[in-house]
C-alpha cells in the first residue's frame, strides 16, 4: 500500500478554489470505492498552500489510471486541469510505502 500526497502552491488567495478541486477529485475516488483520501490547507508555513492524500494499493495501477485521464480527457478533467495549471504557482508529489 502507497500514500500519494499531492502538495500545491497557490497564487495568493486563490487556495479555495484548489481545495474545492481536490475536494471534487476526493468525491470521485470515493466512487471508485477509493475513501481513503483527505484534503489539507495550510495552518502554518507557506501560505496558500493545499494538499491532497490518498491511498493506492498499486503504483502501476495508480500511474495507468492517472496517465489515462490525461490520454483524452473528459471536459471535467480538461477543465480541472486548466484550472490547477491557472491557480496553483507550483506542485510536487510524495509517495510513501504505508508500513501500518
Known sequence: MYMVRDVFSCKRGRA?????????????LIST??????????????????????E??????YYVMERGLYIEPDPETAR????????????????FEVIE
Open 16 to 28: 479555495p478554489e484548489i481545495a474545492d478541486e481536490m475536494k471534487a477529485w476526493q468525491d470521485w
Open 33 to 54: 470505492g477509493n475513501n481513503t483520501g483527505k484534503v489539507y490547507a495550510d495552518m502554518s508555513g507557506p501560505f496558500d498552500t493545499v494538499v491532497m492524500e490518498f
Open 56 to 61: 493506492v494499493e498499486s503504483l502501476y495501477e
Open 80 to 95: 480541472v486541469t486548466d484550472h490547477l495549471n491557472e491557480a496553483a504557482k507550483s506542485g510536487y508529489r510524495e509517495i
